[in-house]
């Protein structure tokens, strides 16, 4: 197991250094002055040229990479041009926004997909597998973004219940002031996978319940209530693998909900950063959320491979 | 280029003294991935292994699964590099003076799994027209050829031509495959495990067609099975295969009365008799098929074989003629001066001088 | 031929083979989800194709006086948005450019990444692993974060959705393809094609390319969906298509300001996508299903 492990962390290496390089080349295969946010129209050539140099951005490209990378590894992440801040200080704060809404969707998504997949997997065909399959099918194929204005124009427009957009003043605290910002775009990530989860679940337990083992069990008199702990047990590493990958993808892919909503994650900062061609903060942005989307597949490959004993053995 | 031209058999060039088929030395390793940085064991496929092939015979090859007897197949066919060793088709060696695709046009192989030897997708008819094609002949040609070989291999080509593969039976399917295996008018067809998956009555008609089409069309075979008793049927001379490696070659009647090498004999022993008086009692061959990746020393058998000496443990047998100098076996029991106690001996009872 | 043989043959024939993808389309047929679904698609295609002939208001052009009417409104069964443009016609002339932006990658991925995978597949060794290393790569991002970044470097414009979507589907198809070429190739009929002495390219026309195509191209289908609703997001975000053309997810970005006062309205393009989405994922589930026949 731990040789799987090493293995595995020895092959994120070149992953990891591949990701920079891709983030590195998509911001600067944009078309376009990099300063052009940060300088007035009629700047002079001269001042130009300042600026250029003050960023780096006179260096010819393999140098920047080298730059930028040896930088990353240090814990910096280069400056903002549109604000000024440090790129690592603008990801710190947004980051956490991003991961207590991705990690509420997540649980909510899971617990939830898990019921109706248990549901629909213990009376497969019948009416409640229908209508599971049909959620499920709904969920997967939603315009989250759009479900999102949805849930705002009934539960803020309609009926003024929750807030529409933002997070709450100041910094994140756990009060309600707060929690009722949060309620409607966890609800809205939730739908996606909740219904990955559902339909995966529903697939293994009724693989796993029609599968002649358990028939055997049940002859043998087993309770119903083991079965059900059998079939969990079974059920349970496919479908947090499932849901880590989800996870990974909230994490990564957060920036449509964050514009709906205008929550102060690392989405928006993306969609800022893209909009005001602030290269540092964009490639800076990017590198972290795919990194995250990185480290998770590792996390869950890990955790597979320590729950099933399949892959530990090997 | 007519049909004529492009798929006439191939003329004879040695004579027929000269074997069709030599194979010298042959061997074949695959490497294993494992290990953290990917070092693992190299499972010794085919080792060594040389035999020869006369024209119009039929050579046997019998062995365990694993025992390396598809994999010579596939070396000889060219499917597979060799790593070390020659094939050489009537005097002309395979890489020098005869190109593999040319050899593919003189040696075809008859394959067992008959529903993925067909491709789902195309009719039975496209199926055998597709290597005469592939070899210059004529769309029209080719489907003329195809209706020509179904009628040979018994099967009617208005019926036939057009359906696929998952519409015919185990047996039809066999014949489909060796209608295939003649389109390009080869001299030399290997069948691996061609009947295994057929039922014995469909099996015996398999049988009695190859015979025929050899006799037809002046082909020489090789035919591998693990099934002794049809390998005892159809083949002229056995060879017998364990780990890669050849450890006995024989006439086939001689093989069953006399052979020499104690895996052979369990081979024989194993065979469930159909004589009520004379049952077969227990396994003969003792222990595990050891593992291909770490072949014991010395003799590959010894660790199974009742007779096993010190001498098997350190020295690996050559292949030594046994007075019959079409009867070799690779044993130390054979070999007068290899220091076997049973050095000479005959398990019917007959003593040897060299 | 005596006339015995002449019924038998006339007999065989009749009774020949019934083509794989004819039992596919029957078994499609036979099924109301998908044929309902595929009608609900042809109807939104059509009408987007035929646009032009259908006697609708012209979606450029809108008043500023009757913005924002909400639906129901006579002479505007569904409202006008935010610049007063007929919702009607901003609808069914946005399913041009929507349909073609949630299938043209998906239809491109499919051929460059199936050429791509079965090459791997097929040849293996060093050109496997350098293709599928590179899938990995991209394989590293999640795709939503993949299409915005690249959307997001080559600026807004459906030719840049077009190229980024594309780049982003097609490693999963890549994927699927070389893992079922890598099962087609170790079957014995291609090695049996191979001892007949046929070259690579001809025996992946031949024996591969129908045996792997069905799979592959079932799963594509699965991703049309996840593509309309990616490249209206990206349409959403400002990243896709500009301003006026009309478009659901630029629409659904237009018109979001215009919850408070017409959500209704505001909330239609996203039905379409949502509408379209599902139908073909409904459509996809039922195609695979009918394709599982066996012989």
Known sequence: MIIYVLKRLVLVVPVVFAVALVCFLLVHIAPGDPLVSVLPPDASAELAEQMKRAYGFDRPLPVQFGIWVWNALNGNLGTSIATGRSVIEEVSRAVGNTVRLAVLASLIGFVFGMLFGFLAGYFRDGWVDRLVTTIAITGVSMPHYWLGMVLVIIFSVILGWLPAVGMGAGDWAWDWEHIKHLILPAVTMSVIPMGIVARTVRALVGDLLSQEFVTALRAKGISERRVFVHVTKNAAPTAIAVMGLQLGYLLGGSILIETVFSWPGTGLLLNNAIFQRDLPLLQGTILVLALFFVVLNLLVDVLQAAIDPRIKRA | MSEAETLASVADVGGPQQPLLEVRSLSKHFKLSGGLFGQGGVVRAVDDVSFAVGKGEVLGIVGESGCGKSTTARLIIGLIAPDVGEIILDGEAVGAALSVRVLRRRVQMVFQDSYASLNPR????????????????????????????????????????????????????????????????????????????????????????????????????VFISHDLNVVRFISDRVLVMYLGEVVEQAPVEVLWEDARHPYTRALLAAMPSLDPDHRTKEAPIAGDPPNPIDPPSGCRF????????????????????????????????????????????????????? | MSALADDLVRIAKVDRARGYWTTVGRRLIRDPVSVGC??????????????????????????????????????????????????????????????????????????????????????????????????????????????????GALGAGILNSLLSLTIVFVPPIVRVAESVTTSVRNLDFVDAARASGAGPLTIMRVHVLGNVLGPIFVYATSLISVCMILAAGLSFLGLGTRPPEPEWGLMLNTLRTAIYLNPWVAALPGAMIFTVSICFNLLSDGVRSAMDVRG
């Open chain 2, 122 to 221: 195309l009719t039975i008819e496209d199926t055998i027209a597709f290597g005469p094609k592939v070899h210059g002949c004529s769309a029209d040609e080719a489907h003329t050829r195809a209706h020509d070989l179904l009628c040979k291999v018994g099967l009617d080509p208005a019926l036939f031509a057009d359906r696929y593969p998952h519409e015919l039976s185990g047996g039809q399917r066999q014949r489909i495959n060796i209608a295939r295996a003649l389109a390009l008018a080869p001299r030399l067809v290997l069948l691996d495990e061609a009947v295994s998956a057929l039922d014995k009555s469909v099996e015996a008609q398999v049988l009695n067609l190859l015979l025929d089409l050899k006799d037809d069309l002046g082909l020489t075979y």
């Open chain 3, 38 to 151: 595929g009608g609900v698609i042809l109807v939104i295609a059509l009408a987007a194709l035929l646009a032009p002939y259908l006697g609708l208001a012209d979606p450029y052009h809108g008043s500023m006086i009757r913005r924002l009417r909400p639906i129901g409104t006579p002479g505007y069964p569904l409202g006008t948005d935010e610049l007063g443009r007929d919702m009607v016609s901003r609808l069914v002339y946005g399913g041009r450019l929507s349909l073609f932006i949630g299938l043209a990658p998906v239809a491109l991925a499919f051929t460059i990444g199936t050429t791509l995978g079965v090459i791997a597949g097929y040849v293996g060794g060093v050109v496997n692993q350098a293709i599928m290393r590179i899938v990995d790569v991209f394989y590293a991002f999640p795709s939503v974060l993949l299409a915005i970044a690249i959307s």
């Open chain 2, 302 to 354: 010894h660790t199974r074989c009742p007779f096993a000496e010190s001498v098997c443990r350190a020295r690996k047998p050559m292949l030594t003629a046994t007075g019959n100098d079409r009867h070799t076996a690779a044993c130390h029991m054979v070999d007068m001066s290899s220091g076997h106690s049973w050095a000479g001996h005959s398990f019917t009872g007959e003593e040897h001088h060299a």
